[in-house]
């Protein structure tokens, strides 16, 4: 599926127990989803049909890709390539230069979008110190990046 036939609605603080829910399902950090300051989507198929939800901390032009998860009956059908894609869009539109993230166990999959395998210590300070790398995230996970200029 096309990620333009996906509809990205923002989700605000006091909104997020579906997200929460789902990333609980998956095994995903749910520590710090009620921060006002990050921003998170919930993508729907054109006829409103739930696909998954991912989110962004923007910090000055880079952003940390972050809690993407598909809802399991739509697994493995491309729907995870699509939500990338708009939160790409949507880190684009904020200005932001670079998207990185934290891969646990799906190095693979991020490397066919695009992205690359980076050392933690070459990441810049701000995404360094948010608490999605420093205290959340596995301490094996892979740390990913993706040019977007």
Known sequence: MAASRLRAVPLAAWERD????????????VGDLGRDDLLFWRFEQTD????GFGGLEIHDRDAL???????PPLRHRGMGAAIIAQLEQEADLHGCRAVYLLAAED???FATLGYAPCARETAPAAIRASEQFAA?????AALMVKQLT
């Open 18 to 29: 579906g997200l929460k829910a789902a990333l609980a399902g998956a095994g995903q950090p």
């Open 65 to 71: 890709l972050r809690s993407v998860v598909t809802l």
């Open 107 to 109: 190095s693979e999959f």
């Open 48 to 51: 409103d049909m739930p696909v």
């Open 136 to 140: 959340l995230g596995p301490a094996d």
